[in-house]
């Protein structure tokens, strides 16, 4: 199973940029979708941003126009760029795997934390 590892976390004003990556153990090639979650204290795990191997993405409503996924097969990462960061983006992110149907093909990888303060 691709061992998922995510870093590009850190402490940023509102307004602020980040861009996380989320390197695979080896190959994504054949892993259909990636997605990027995340989880604040006190609240669910939710999605935030979808790519598939043919490159749609899918995005939720709170982040879009802000946020940018991309994926690098042949670097076996995907990205997550957070541009006008606001303190409700303030969480763990986490990237995770998964085949046409949503099912996960990975584990959760390692997460990575994001501050933005007001």
């Known amino acids: 199973q691709v061992q998922l590892v995510g870093s590009g976390g850190g402490l940023v004003q509102t307004g602020g940029s980040l861009r996380l990556s989320c390197v695979g153990s080896?190959?994504?090639?054949?892993?259909?979708?990636m997605d990027w979650y995340r989880e604040a204290p006190g609240k669910q795990r939710e999605l935030v941003a979808t790519i598939t191997n043919g490159g749609d993405t899918n995005y939720a409503d709170s982040v879009k126009g802000r946020f940018t996924i991309s994926r690098d097969n042949a670097k076996n990462t995907v990205y997550l760029q957070m541009n006008s960061l606001k303190p409700d983006d303030s969480a763990t992110y986490y990237c995770?795997?998964?085949?046409?149907?949503?099912?996960?093909?990975?584990?959760w990888g390692q997460g990575t934390q994001v501050i933005v303060s007001s």
């Open positions: 995770l795997g998964s085949n046409a149907h949503h099912n996960p093909v990975t584990a």
């Open positions: 080896r190959s994504i090639d054949n892993i259909y979708i």
